[in-house]
């Protein structure tokens, strides 16, 4: 994947909005930067290895449509989930395919 200068200078000035510990969606950086679901996860995985962000994770209930208020900083902490806290239906035992995948600002001020 190749960023065009201006899509950087224009990310880094939208990431200048977030405070530590926000969480961002990686999807809303698409409309700003006309990026694809694709390489926006992918540009935010590269700036995860510098330090700038961690992968924070909520599961997507199939039953009730809900995606879950809890943030979880882990897979293994989103496994160990059963059922869904909004419907308590039971959650699949395929939950990565129910992941979304979103990132929390952890770099200092
Ligand atoms: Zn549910």
């Known amino acids: 994947m190749t960023l065009e200068q201006n899509q950087i200078q224009k990310l880094v000035s939208y990431l200048e909005n977030f405070d530590k510990g926000n969480i961002i969606n990686p999807s809303n950086i698409n409309s700003k930067l006309g990026l ?3 390489e926006s996860q992918k ?3 590269v700036l995860s ?6 992968h924070v994770y909520r599961y997507y209930c199939p039953n009730c449509n809900n995606l879950s208020y809890e943030i979880y900083n882990s897979l293994d ?3 160990k989930v059963e059922e869904c806290e909004e419907c308590y239906h039971d ?3 395929e939950k990565y395919k ?3 995948i979103y990132f929390k600002v ?3 001020e």
């Open 36 to 38: 694809k679901d694709k």
């Open 43 to 45: 540009l935010f995985s």
């Open 49 to 54: 290895s510098f330090g700038a962000f961690q």
């Open 77 to 79: 902490e989103i496994n």
């Open 91 to 93: 959650l699949p035992q």
């Open 98 to 100: 129910y992941i979304a």
């Open 106 to 108: 952890i770099r200092d």
